[in-house]
């Protein structure tokens, strides 16, 4: 015999817990199926264990759809503010790291056993270790797992997207969302390092070097700091850019951030015996430094220096084009940009526009965020409009 409920929730994640402890609280009869051993396995993870659990500034242009509209309801309706009433409500300590993101002073375990403790608030049943083996509709949804069946109106598809798949990620979303008939918009990996080949593998000589940059993909720009890598490029910086590079484009780094235009020549009348490579070190890590100033080419004392290849050179600074090879792909990953088309859901309720009772929340629809909280905020909001909405 199914066992039956008024909603099934497929996901134990920070969507999944706060969708159904929303709806159970409402006095629905809310069961969550996990296919991992215990929930809540990302948020452990994220901020360094620390969780990153929200931004205080989200807001809809901090996320990447293809509606780009498609978020603003929600994240109105659930904001950060909100959230953090919820966290202090614990008496959860937290602190505020630079441009809005909040962390946990303790551990990532205090918002898992948060949203455990509002889920047990409304009886709702979390159940770990379920691998589904089949999702049927027929009036209501029967999911079947390797232990029972499970039988209700309302199905919740908060399984995340195929990022970080040593924690169990997979594209299942995107498997039951075809099965529905709705459309997927192409994942890809985000907040992702970059690869670099060809000439630019010169830059692997100085892997754990990093610098304040701008790093620009796309018409999108992000002021902090690029790392390099064994392989390429990461660091926040360059992890924002990713989510908006495509393959075969360039990422634009800026490498004079905090110095005004003219500044080459500026140094040339102050300081002429000065060399390119010395006035470099005072701006950058040495090793980078050296290397930016070789590929440069100019030797010479500043003041022996034509300006026109003054004014060259600290154009190239301030837009120095590399052409990354790919992406270190889903294994590096944090989020996924694309999943379950914005087009196919309410952005209300996020409820099947054809398929009344199917909802989609989280990491699993194609609303992605930035680095730095944004995308547990799109978490905590989705999952609320679905619970209120079942």
């Given at each position: 015999?199914?066992?039956?409920?008024?909603?099934?929730?497929?996901?134990?994640?920070a969507?999944?817990?706060?969708?159904?402890?929303?709806?159970?609280?409402?006095?629905?009869?809310?069961?969550?199926l996990?296919?991992?051993?215990?929930?809540?396995?990302?948020?452990?993870?994220?901020?360094?264990?620390?969780?990153?659990?929200?931004?205080?500034?989200?807001?809809?242009?901090?996320?990447?759809?293809?509606?780009?509209?498609?978020?603003?309801?929600?994240?109105?309706?659930?904001?950060?503010?909100?959230?953090?009433?919820?966290?202090?409500?614990?008496?959860?300590a937290?602190?505020?790291?630079?441009?809005?993101?909040l962390f946990?002073?303790?551990?990532?375990?205090q918002?898992?056993?948060?949203?455990?403790?509002?889920?047990?608030?409304?009886?709702?049943?979390?159940?770990c270790?379920e691998?589904?083996?089949?999702v049927?509709?027929?009036?209501?949804?029967?999911?079947?797992?390797?232990?029972a069946?499970?039988?209700?109106?309302?199905?919740?598809?908060a399984?995340?997207?195929?990022?970080?798949?040593?924690?169990?990620?997979t594209?299942?979303?995107?498997?039951?969302?075809?099965?529905f008939?709705?459309?997927?918009?192409?994942?890809?990996?985000?907040?992702?390092p970059?690869?670099?080949?060809?000439?630019e593998?010169?830059?692997?000589?100085?892997?754990?070097?990093?610098?304040?940059?701008?790093?620009?993909?796309?018409?999108?720009?992000?002021?902090?700091?690029?790392?390099?890598?064994?392989?390429g490029?990461s660091?926040?910086?360059?992890?924002?850019?990713?989510?908006?590079?495509?393959?075969?484009?360039?990422?634009?780094?800026?490498?004079?951030?905090?110095?005004?235009d003219?500044?080459?020549?500026?140094?040339k009348?102050?300081?002429p015996r000065?060399t390119?490579?010395?006035?470099?070190?005072?701006?950058?890590?040495?090793?980078?430094?050296?290397?930016?100033?070789?590929?440069?080419?100019?030797?010479?004392?500043?003041?022996?220096?034509?300006?026109?290849?003054?004014?060259?050179?600290?154009?190239?600074?301030?837009?120095?084009?590399?052409?990354?090879?790919?992406?270190?792909?889903?294994?590096?990953?944090?989020?996924?940009?694309?999943?379950?088309?914005?087009a196919?859901?309410?952005?209300?309720?996020?409820?099947?526009?054809r398929?009344?009772g199917?909802?989609?929340?989280?990491?699993?629809?194609?609303?992605?965020?930035?680095?730095?909280?944004?995308?547990?905020?799109?978490?905590?909001?989705?999952?609320?409009?679905?619970?209120?909405?079942?």
């Amino acid at each position: 015999m199914a066992e039956r409920y008024d909603a099934i929730v497929l996901g134990a994640g920070a969507a999944g817990l706060m969708c159904a402890a929303r709806a159970g609280q409402r006095g629905k009869r809310v069961q969550v199926l996990e296919r991992a051993e215990k929930p809540g396995k990302k948020i452990l993870i994220s901020g360094g264990g620390r969780c990153n659990f929200t931004n205080i500034g989200a807001g809809p242009a901090n996320y990447l759809s293809q509606n780009p509209h498609f978020a603003k309801s929600a994240l109105a309706r659930y904001t950060a503010r909100d959230f953090l009433e919820l966290v202090e409500s614990y008496d959860i300590a937290w602190h505020e790291k630079t441009l809005g993101q909040l962390f946990c002073d303790g551990s990532a375990k205090q918002i898992v056993e948060m949203l455990l403790e509002e889920c047990a608030k409304g009886d709702v049943d979390v159940r770990c270790g379920e691998e589904v083996a089949s999702v049927e509709h027929d009036g209501d949804f029967t999911v079947t797992t390797q232990t029972a069946t499970y039988t209700a109106p309302a199905l919740v598809v908060a399984t995340g997207g195929p990022s970080i798949p040593k924690m169990g990620a997979t594209g299942f979303a995107y498997d039951l969302a075809r099965q529905f008939g709705l459309k997927v918009v192409e994942p890809r990996p985000a907040l992702v390092p970059l690869t670099l080949g060809g000439e630019e593998v010169l830059f692997r000589e100085i892997s754990g070097v990093s610098a304040p940059v701008v790093a620009s993909a796309g018409k999108a720009s992000f002021p902090e700091a690029a790392l390099f890598t064994h392989r390429g490029l990461s660091g926040p910086s360059i992890l924002q850019a990713s989510s908006y590079w495509l393959s075969g484009e360039p990422v634009v780094v800026n490498f004079l951030p905090g110095h005004a235009d003219g500044w080459l020549l500026d140094a040339k009348r102050e300081t002429p015996r000065a060399t390119l490579e010395s006035l470099l070190r005072e701006a950058l890590p040495d090793r980078l430094a050296d290397i930016l100033s070789e590929k440069l080419g100019i030797a010479t004392e500043l003041g022996n220096a034509p300006d026109k290849a003054l004014r060259t050179a600290e154009e190239r600074l301030r837009r120095w084009t590399f052409r990354p090879n790919g992406t270190e792909g889903f294994g590096k990953a944090e989020v996924t940009v694309g999943g379950i088309s914005t087009a196919e859901l309410s952005s209300k309720t996020m409820e099947a526009k054809r398929i009344p009772g199917l909802y989609a929340i989280g990491e699993a629809v194609d609303v992605t965020g930035w680095l730095g909280g944004y995308n547990f905020q799109w978490a905590w909001a989705s999952g609320v409009a679905a619970g209120e909405a079942l």
